[in-house]
């Protein structure tokens, strides 16, 4: 089975503080994906990475940063959190882009809440 | 227009009854769809792939309907252990990069 781990479930932090959010996929996968999910928006994908060292923006990259130094680590990075980072934040990965239906898989996903 | 809509529900059904949920997508191009199954303050976990054909697995059953643009997941003999947030996500090219998803409709599976 794939194996997504977010190192921290549940987080406070306070306006302003920079906060680093880790995962770990054990699936030797290409892809890896940092989303995050509130209520009545669904997921909005903030960040992707498709290869060591590369990264592609999403849908919502503003106030977001992200460093991918190893294939199986992915981190999101606030500079500054604010309050409207309150959210859940779910990391994800998926096989390589050339496999017909690929899809993705999540990790158990990291609550913050910005005070 | 949202890319992908689905009515957020909820839908309230009995233990053992049929129920059936669409999703429509806006673009007419999308390649690949799924439904994954989301439990309360938990992350979405796939349940199936939809084909173009059509596919079946045990009690749940997805369509596709390209002509009208839209998805269906059919469950049947509904359990309380149905009771979840599905949500219908799409790919505009095939790849992982480009998912979009819904935001999900709530069942909720009673006595």
């Known amino acids: 089975d794939v194996k997504v781990t977010q190192s921290s479930r549940y987080l406070v932090k306070r306006t302003g503080e920079k906060v680093f959010l880790e995962c770990v996929q054990d699936m030797d996968h290409e892809n890896m994906f940092w989303y995050r999910q509130d209520p009545g928006l669904g997921l909005r994908l903030i960040y992707f990475?498709?290869?060591?060292?590369?990264?592609e923006k999403g849908d919502i990259p503003e106030g977001y940063s992200v460093s991918r130094e190893k294939k199986e680590r992915f981190s999101l990075i606030l500079e500054s959190a604010s309050t409207n980072q309150t959210s859940m934040y779910l990391c994800a990965s998926s096989p390589p882009q050339d496999l017909p239906g690929n899809t993705i898989y999540f990790g158990e996903g990291s609550w913050l809440t910005v005070v | 227009r949202k890319e992908v809509e689905q009515d957020p529900g909820p839908f309230n059904v009995p233990e053992g009854a049929t129920v059936a949920f669409n999703c429509t997508y806006s673009?007419?191009?999308?390649?690949?769809f799924f439904w994954y199954r989301q439990d309360c303050r938990k992350e979405p976990k796939l349940l199936m792939s939809v084909y173009s054909s059509g596919n079946e697995d045990g009690r749940f059953t997805a369509q596709l309907n390209r002509a009208s643009q839209y998805i269906s997941l059919l469950i049947r003999d509904s359990k309380l252990s149905d009771s979840a947030t599905y949500l219908c996500?799409?790919?505009?090219?095939?790849?992982?990069?480009?998912?979009?998803f819904g935001t999900g409709t709530r069942l909720q599976v009673t006595l």
């Open positions: 673009n007419s191009a999308s390649q690949s």
């Open positions: 990475s498709y290869d060591v060292k590369m990264k």
């Open positions: 996500v799409v790919s505009d090219t095939g790849t992982a990069s480009k998912l979009t």
